[in-house]
């Protein structure tokens, strides 16, 4: 099974919400009893971090924003943090894909523009600003390569090549190639070989860059996959609703695993 | 019984500070910006609004890092900000309120103000809420700030602080606001008492305007359309009916 692939206290790479988030994976990840993951989110979070956070899988979050989107804030996530359960490693959007875009190319850091002044660049000791080395040597802010143990994505189709269609989701081909191992799931099989489909070439992540790919229908769900599917409001209303006190979260998890699924 | 709501007041306001760039994009949980952006189009040919939330509206083809590449392209011209708090310095915080490490409150995060602060010229700072509790001396948490060291590439930052009891024009020279207007029925004295930050107080303060008659039909026809598929229930819910 793909999420044995991913070890206690991994650095683990996740999409942003309604971008391939593999919810399948993530409920693999808690029935297994998962600990100490760090999590990195590409780069915002919001249900699979809310929902691994509030199961204990969780040391440390990395993310621009963690929220239930239009449902308002993640509710376990924002409960650890308060309660100092999970370490949380505040960024902002731009510097964290400046990150991923270092560790696609193996350079030690990229620099980014603006992001002066705030607390992430006084709190983190691993942002700094130097002096552009070219006139007019003005000060840039530099973040280090953000190079996840492993990632793990959900996306529309693999061909029966092996490659990956993301779609226009290019931070998600950028974050698969920073990270060292790169977990995949898919609604389904397409046929034949998407590289010589010009119209779909541009979308794919290829073979080379992949380690594993699962079928899993509906793999995503209740996040959206466009253009698959849109989000389960139903269920992200629950969801929202339940997780607002301990107990209730509880309670929804234990549904969302099944009876096989008790940790 | 008001002519208008709240919400339409808020709209015809923020549009009015959207100024002559070309392109706006409106990010999550954003109606008001949202509307505010469809009406500018109406009353600046050339503008445009992107609204999170309503493909027909999003010409990004490239991911969540292309509108943050287009804004330091000098490609995004406005962008509407909200917080849970504003200093009197235009810091902003989405974190936490308390000690960031074991905050009494945590909230979403920065999400992408930190960068966008010094790229995008025209940001309007939203904050609907206008007490104390919101307009503080100091932030607990600054999520973007215009504070940069010496020499710094900037080519945009906070332009105007909105509330729904007034607005102020934010001065990049002096580091601080000027109360610009008060909307109606509002007084400087009630302004200062909500207000826990000190702000540049003109000899004259002008009464925001109220949004004409044309205005209201525009949001009331148009902009209620444009804002069916990403706000459908604001639209219903906030923006009274054509005609009535």
Not at chain 1, 56 to 64: D, L, P, Q, T
Not at chain 2, 85 to 113: C, E, H, M, Y
Not at chain 2, 202 to 222: F, H, N, Q, W
Request: net charge negative; glycine share 10%.
């Amino acid at each position: 099974m793909l999420a044995e692939q991913i070890k206690d206290g991994a650095r683990l790479a996740l999409p942003s919400e309604n971008s391939g988030v593999p919810v399948a994976v993530v409920r693999a990840l808690i029935a297994r009893g998962a600990r100490d993951l760090r999590l990195v989110g590409g780069p915002t979070g919001g249900f699979a971090i809310d929902l691994l956070v509030g199961a204990g899988c969780v040391a440390s979050v990395e993310a621009a924003g963690v929220s239930l989107g239009p449902r308002g804030l993640a509710p376990r996530f924002c409960a650890a943090v308060e309660a100092g359960e999970i370490e949380m490693i505040d960024s902002t959007c731009p510097a964290t894909h400046a990150g991923f875009i270092a560790g696609e190319k193996r350079l030690p850091f990229m620099a980014v523009r603006g992001v002066f002044g705030c607390d992430m660049l006084k709190n983190r000791s691993d942002w700094t600003v130097i002096d552009n080395p070219f006139p007019p040597h003005d000060p840039v802010v530099v973040v280090p390569a953000i190079l996840p143990d492993v990632i793990a994505l959900h996306a529309p189709m693999a061909d029966e090549a092996g490659n990956v269609w993301v779609g226009n989701r290019r931070e998600l081909k950028t974050m698969a190639r920073a990270a060292k191992q790169v977990l995949v799931t898919v609604e389904r099989i397409h046929p034949g070989n998407l590289v010589k489909d010009s119209a779909m070439a541009p979308g794919l992540l290829t073979t080379p860059y992949i380690d594993l790919i699962a079928l899993a229908p509906c793999g995503a769900v209740p996040t959206a996959l466009p253009p698959d599917y849109g989000p389960d409001d139903a269920m992200l209303d629950s969801y929202a609703s339940a997780a607002k006190t301990r107990e209730g979260f509880d309670g929804w998890l234990a549904d969302f695993l099944g009876p096989d699924g008790a940790a | 019984m008001s002519e208008y709501t709240r919400e339409e007041f808020l709209i015809a306001t923020m549009s009015g500070l959207f100024g002559d760039g070309r392109f706006m994009v409106s990010g999550v949980n954003s109606p008001i910006p949202a509307a505010a952006g469809l009406l500018h189009e109406h009353q600046q040919p050339g503008f445009c609004v992107s609204i999170h939330g309503d493909p027909d509206r999003t010409p990004f083809v490239d991911g969540g890092v292309e509108p943050f590449d287009m804004a330091a392209q000098g490609r995004l011209d406005t962008f509407v900000f909200g917080g849970v708090q504003v200093d009197g310095q235009a810091n902003i915080n989405l974190v936490s309120i308390g000690d960031p490490k074991r905050p009494k409150k945590r909230f979403t995060g920065s999400f992408g103000a930190a960068g966008l602060y010094y790229l995008i010229p025209n940001i309007v700072l939203f904050f609907p809420s206008h007490s104390r509790r919101s307009l503080v001396q100091k932030v607990d948490f600054r999520s973007a700030s215009p504070q940069a060291p010496e020499g710094a590439f900037r080519q945009g930052g906070p332009k105007w602080l909105l509330t729904d009891l007034c607005l102020f024009r934010f001065d990049p020279a002096t580091g601080g606001f000027e109360l610009a207007s008060v909307h109606l029925g509002q007084t400087v004295a009630a302004i200062r008492d909500a207000t826990g930050f000190d702000f540049v107080l003109p000899k004259d303060v002008p009464t925001t305007p109220e949004p004409d008659a044309a205005t209201l039909s525009r949001i009331r026809g148009d902009v209620r359309d444009g804002l069916s598929v990403a706000y459908a229930q604001f639209a219903k819910d906030c923006i009274k009916t054509p005609g009535s």
